[in-house]
C-alpha cells in the first residue's frame, strides 16, 4: 500500500469524493425542497472548488501515466525514480496549480456584473454559463477561459498521449506474449478511467456546441460530474 500508484490511487478518492461534493450535495437539496434558489456566494464558491476539483482529477490522471510510463519502460529504476519525495512533490504541484487557476478564474467572475434576477440552465455554477449571462464585457474572461482550457487542459492530456505512445512502443518490443499481456494488464484500470474522464468532458461540450440546448447539456454534465467519479473506485477495486 505503499506503493506510488497506491498513494496517487489515495489522493484520487480524495479528490474524487470532494468533486461530486461540490455539486451532488446541492442537486439533491434542489429535488427534495423542489427549490432551485441558489445564492451569488454559494455560486462563486462551488464553481470555485469545481474548477480546483476537475483540474486535480485532471493532474493527477497525468502523474498515475507518467507512473506506468515509468513501470513499464524502466522497471529497473522505478523505486528509484517513483520515490515518495517526487511523488509528494507531483502531488503538491498539482494541487497548487488547480488552486492557484481556480482562483484566477474565480475573480475574475468576481469583476463582472450581473443582473438581480438570474437563471442558470444548469444544475450547477458552470464557469461557461456564468460567463455566458453577465451584463458586462467577457473578453478577458473569455481568453483566459479559454487558455487556461488549453494549458491546463490539453497539456496533461497530451502528456498523457506521450506516456501511451511510449508504453506501447515499448510492450511492442517485449519477446514474449505473457510479457505483453500483463505489461499491458498494469495499464487498463487507468486507462480506462482517463477515457471516461476525457471522453465524458468532451462530449459534454461537443453535446453543447452542437445542439444548442441547456437540457442536453446539463443531462451530458450529469456523465462527467456524477458518473465517472462514481465509476473510478468500480474500475480500480476490481483490478486491486
Known amino acids: ?3 506510488p500508484m497506491f498513494n496517487l490511487l489515495s489522493n484520487l478518492s480524495l479528490v474524487d469524493i470532494c468533486f461530486t461534493s461540490t455539486t451532488v450535495p446541492k442537486m439533491l437539496w434542489n429535488i427534495q ?29 497525468t502523474v498515475m501515466a507518467y507512473d506506468r510510463f515509468v513501470a513499464i519502460c524502466h522497471p529497473l529504476h522505478y523505486m528509484v525514480i517513483m520515490n515518495p519525495r517526487l511523488c509528494g512533490l507531483l502531488v503538491l504541484v498539482s494541487w497548487i496549480t488547480s488552486a492557484l487557476h481556480s482562483l484566477l478564474e474565480s475573480i475574475m467572475v468576481l469583476r463582472l456584473s450581473f443582473c438581480p434576477d438570474l437563471e442558470i440552465p444548469h444544475f450547477f455554477c458552470e464557469l461557461n454559463q456564468m460567463v455566458q449571462l453577465a451584463c458586462s464585457d467577457t473578453f478577458l474572461n473569455n481568453m483566459v477561459m479559454y487558455f487556461g482550457a488549453v494549458l491546463l487542459g490539453g497539456g496533461p492530456f497530451v502528456c498523457i498521449l506521450y506516456s501511451y505512445s511510449k508504453i506501447v512502443s515499448s510492450i ?15 495499464c487498463v484500470s487507468h486507462l480506462s478511467v482517463v477515457s471516461f474522464f476525457y471522453g465524458t468532458g468532451v462530449g459534454v461540450y461537443l453535446s453543447s456546441a452542437v445542439t444548442q440546448s441547456s437540457d442536453s447539456s446539463a443531462t451530458a454534465s450529469v456523465m462527467y460530474t456524477v458518473v465517472t467519479p462514481m465509476l473510478n473506485p468500480v474500475v480500480y477495486g476490481i483490478k486491486t
Open 172 to 186: 511492442c518490443r517485449m519477446p514474449s506474449a505473457q510479457r505483453k499481456y500483463k505489461a499491458f494488464s498494469t
Open 1 to 3: 500500500l505503499h506503493e
Open 33 to 61: 425542497t423542489q427549490s432551485r434558489v441558489i445564492t451569488y456566494e454559494g455560486c462563486i464558491t462551488q464553481m470555485h472548488f469545481f474548477l480546483l476539483f476537475a483540474g486535480l482529477d485532471n493532474f493527477l490522471l
